[in-house]
Structure formats: structure tokens, C-alpha cells
């Protein structure tokens, strides 16, 4: 018998077993529970379509994103700009990144969540006790000119793929943050002023096939720490969000991209806006790959709730914070579901 040779990456680790390692089984008790999510459309995220965000009938757009903001912090978008075919080229450069030989991918190899730019597994394999069923690259990509040379130069195209995804990422999510802006009865740039001079990470998810999905999660769950978080993903389901105490599948729709309000806008929206539970589960059959961008204040942003959300029935929900110290609390917590903007009630 050949003893198992440790393997840094879950996909080489999968080849190698064929079963789901001790090192990935979650207790008892918190596993995904499968039979008991909503899977009908019905129970779906609200679908907003965005062709008449420019146009005479934007105050109906604003509204229903202001509306989704509020009630399920979840939205889906279609007409919203980023071209099929940037979409297609950075879903097919990811697939092919994880696709290469395991030499070739470890060169971004890194387990410190500080790295602007790192291969890694799970989520921080620093700090949890059981992994999660999911390998990622995490990239800086704002600005793209400081980050891009550091990225992974094979497949040839990588660069300029995701360079090209990124700015349209980037072009959407400030739209969103000037119509949630409004929405608020803010001024229109009063959330992208608050991002200060602005961050965005992008991370390229891969879950590989699992043997037994019952027994572990692609990530278990989370809210998103950033401010808002724009989700491409390919044509497998697996993404679920909390509903009044239920699990409810967002599965994808053809050219959809999937919206959420993150930690930080609930932060700067005192509460009215929702940064929402959601985890990911796999299956048996097929790989799965999922690229979030997150969008985030700089390190040094100053982050509050906005004085003009604050009154007698509605009092001051967080107290001032930089988005750093936000940050850190959030990486030395792991994801859980308890939240981390708890800990910046006021005092
Ligand atoms: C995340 C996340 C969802 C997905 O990376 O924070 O929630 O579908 N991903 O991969
Ligand atoms: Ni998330």
C-alpha cells in the first residue's frame, strides 16, 4: 500500500483518494442537510433587469434594486452590460487555469491570506479545522496596472482575459453602488466616494467533483465582508442563500450575474441593507467554477453609517471603522456564520 502523499491542492488530493479525506468531513450536525433546501424558482432571488438603468424609467430599476437590497440582500441582473463573450473567455481561461498540471499550478501556491496574489485551498488553511471542498485563486485587480503583472501568466491569455473581465466588473459595480446610492435617497456617488480610492478582489473558484457531497461544503456559511459582491458562475448549481431560516438554491440563469450586498454596505446603509448568509454545496457529477468580484473600500477608508440614515427609530448601528481593521477581524474569524460587523456596534 503507498501512503498517501500530502497534497497542497484539493484537486490533486481528490485524484489521488477518490473519497472525501477525514480532513474534509464536517461534524454531525453541521452538514448541508440536501433534502431540506427550496430548489423551486419560485422561492428565487429577485431577477432585476437593468436595460432602463439609463433611460427615462431608471427610478423603476432603482426602486426594485432597493427593494432586493432590503428584503433578500440577493439580486440576480441580465442586460448588464459585460459583454458574452468577456464572460465566456474568463469562464473558459478559469477552467483551463485548473486544468493545468499541478507543477504549473503551484507556482501561485500560498496559504497567507495577506498575499495579493495566491493559489490557495479551502478558505484559510491557517485557521479552520475542517477544509472546505474548493480550491481558488484570489487576485488583486484594482488598480489592474499594480496587480497584473503578479498574476499567473499561463494560460498565455490569462492576463489579458481577466484584465478585460475585471474592468467590466469593475464598470458594473459602480453602477450598482450609484443606483443603491439613490435608492438610499443618497446622493448618487455617496457610496463610491465612501470606497475611498477604492479596491477590488476578484476570486476564481473551483470545486471539484466530490464523492459525498452530504458530508461537506464547497464553503459553509458566510456573508461577504466587502461592499458588494458581483458572482459570475458557470452552468452548475450550488450557491444557496438564507431565507427566512431556509436554504434556497440560486441556481444560473443563462447570462445572469448574481449581486450581493456585502458587510460593508450594510455598515454605511446603518442596517437597511442586508449583507446575507450563503454557502456553497457540491455534487458528485460535475466540477463547478464560480468567479465573485469583490468589491471593497480601500485599507484606509474610513467606513460609518451614513448621517442621513440615522434618526430617533432608526439609531446609529455601527461604530466608525477602517476597512483594514474590518478586514483583519474577518480573516482571523473564518467563516462563520456568526456575524463579524457585531463586533463594531457601537460602544
Ligand atoms: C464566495 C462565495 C459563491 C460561489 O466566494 O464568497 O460566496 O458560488 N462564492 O462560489
Ligand atoms: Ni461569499
Given at each position: 500500500?503507498?501512503?498517501?502523499?500530502?497534497?497542497?491542492?484539493?484537486?490533486?488530493?481528490?485524484?489521488?483518494?477518490?473519497?472525501?479525506?477525514?480532513?474534509?468531513?464536517?461534524?454531525?450536525?453541521?452538514?448541508?442537510?440536501?433534502?431540506?433546501?427550496?430548489?423551486?424558482?419560485?422561492?428565487?432571488?429577485?431577477?432585476?433587469?437593468?436595460?432602463?438603468?439609463?433611460?427615462?424609467?431608471?427610478?423603476?430599476?432603482?426602486?426594485?434594486?432597493?427593494?432586493?437590497?432590503?428584503?433578500?440582500?440577493?439580486?440576480?441582473?441580465?442586460?448588464?452590460?459585460?459583454?458574452?463573450?468577456?464572460?465566456?473567455?474568463?469562464?473558459?481561461?478559469?477552467?483551463?487555469?485548473?486544468?493545468?498540471?499541478?507543477?504549473?499550478?503551484?507556482?501561485?501556491?500560498?496559504?497567507?491570506?495577506?498575499?495579493?496574489?495566491?493559489?490557495?485551498?479551502?478558505?484559510?488553511?491557517?485557521?479552520?479545522?475542517?477544509?472546505?471542498?474548493?480550491?481558488?485563486?484570489?487576485?488583486?485587480?484594482?488598480?489592474?496596472?499594480?496587480?497584473?503583472?503578479?498574476?499567473?501568466?499561463?494560460?498565455?491569455?490569462?492576463?489579458?482575459?481577466?484584465?478585460?473581465?475585471?474592468?467590466?466588473?469593475?464598470?458594473?459595480?459602480?453602477?450598482?453602488?450609484?443606483?443603491?446610492?439613490?435608492?438610499?435617497?443618497?446622493?448618487?456617488?455617496?457610496?463610491?466616494?465612501?470606497?475611498?480610492?477604492?479596491?477590488?478582489?476578484?476570486?476564481?473558484?473551483y470545486y471539484p467533483p466530490c464523492p459525498q457531497p452530504e458530508l461537506t461544503y464547497g464553503l459553509p456559511g458566510h456573508k461577504d465582508p466587502n461592499a458588494i459582491t458581483l458572482l459570475l458562475q458557470d452552468g452548475v448549481s450550488g450557491l444557496q442563500v438564507q431565507r427566512n431560516g431556509r436554504w434556497v438554491a440560486v441556481n444560473p440563469v443563462p447570462n445572469a450575474l448574481v449581486i450581493n450586498i456585502g458587510d460593508q454596505l450594510q455598515a454605511l446603509s446603518n442596517d437597511r441593507y442586508k449583507s446575507v448568509l450563503h454557502r456553497v454545496i457540491v455534487n458528485s457529477e460535475s466540477e463547478r467554477i464560480s468567479v465573485p468580484t469583490f468589491y471593497c473600500p480601500s485599507q484606509d477608508a474610513v467606513i460609518a453609517p451614513a448621517d442621513a440614515l440615522v434618526d430617533d427609530g432608526h439609531p446609529l448601528a455601527y461604530r466608525s471603522f477602517t476597512y483594514q481593521e474590518y478586514y483583519d477581524e474577518f480573516w482571523n474569524m473564518g467563516l462563520q456564520s456568526a456575524s463579524c460587523l457585531d463586533r463594531f456596534r457601537p460602544e
Amino acid at each position: 500500500m503507498n501512503p498517501t502523499i500530502a497534497k497542497p491542492l484539493l484537486t490533486d488530493l481528490v485524484a489521488q483518494t477518490g473519497q472525501v479525506p477525514s480532513s474534509h468531513v464536517r461534524p454531525i450536525g453541521d452538514r448541508p442537510d440536501l433534502a431540506n433546501v427550496d430548489i423551486e424558482s419560485g422561492a428565487g432571488i429577485p431577477l432585476i433587469d437593468l436595460k432602463k438603468l439609463n433611460g427615462p424609467e431608471r427610478r423603476k430599476v432603482v426602486e426594485a434594486i432597493g427593494r432586493a437590497c432590503e428584503s433578500d440582500g440577493f439580486f440576480m441582473v441580465t442586460n448588464h452590460d459585460v459583454p458574452a463573450e468577456i464572460v465566456e473567455g474568463m469562464l473558459r481561461v478559469a477552467r483551463e487555469f485548473f486544468h493545468l498540471p499541478e507543477s504549473e499550478r503551484l507556482k501561485c501556491y500560498s496559504d497567507d491570506p495577506k498575499k495579493a496574489i495566491r493559489l490557495s485551498t479551502s478558505f484559510n488553511v491557517r485557521t479552520e479545522k475542517v477544509g472546505n471542498w474548493r480550491d481558488f485563486l484570489r487576485l488583486h485587480c484594482y488598480p489592474l496596472e499594480s496587480f497584473v503583472d503578479q498574476w499567473p501568466s499561463n494560460p498565455p491569455s490569462f492576463r489579458q482575459v481577466v484584465g478585460t473581465y475585471s474592468k467590466e466588473a469593475r464598470a458594473l459595480a459602480l453602477r450598482l453602488l450609484e443606483a443603491i446610492s439613490e435608492s438610499l435617497g443618497l446622493e448618487m456617488s455617496y457610496m463610491v466616494k465612501a470606497m475611498g480610492r477604492h479596491a477590488q478582489h476578484m476570486a476564481v473558484n473551483y470545486y471539484p467533483p466530490c464523492p459525498q457531497p452530504e458530508l461537506t461544503y464547497g464553503l459553509p456559511g458566510h456573508k461577504d465582508p466587502n461592499a458588494i459582491t458581483l458572482l459570475l458562475q458557470d452552468g452548475v448549481s450550488g450557491l444557496q442563500v438564507q431565507r427566512n431560516g431556509r436554504w434556497v438554491a440560486v441556481n444560473p440563469v443563462p447570462n445572469a450575474l448574481v449581486i450581493n450586498i456585502g458587510d460593508q454596505l450594510q455598515a454605511l446603509s446603518n442596517d437597511r441593507y442586508k449583507s446575507v448568509l450563503h454557502r456553497v454545496i457540491v455534487n458528485s457529477e460535475s466540477e463547478r467554477i464560480s468567479v465573485p468580484t469583490f468589491y471593497c473600500p480601500s485599507q484606509d477608508a474610513v467606513i460609518a453609517p451614513a448621517d442621513a440614515l440615522v434618526d430617533d427609530g432608526h439609531p446609529l448601528a455601527y461604530r466608525s471603522f477602517t476597512y483594514q481593521e474590518y478586514y483583519d477581524e474577518f480573516w482571523n474569524m473564518g467563516l462563520q456564520s456568526a456575524s463579524c460587523l457585531d463586533r463594531f456596534r457601537p460602544e
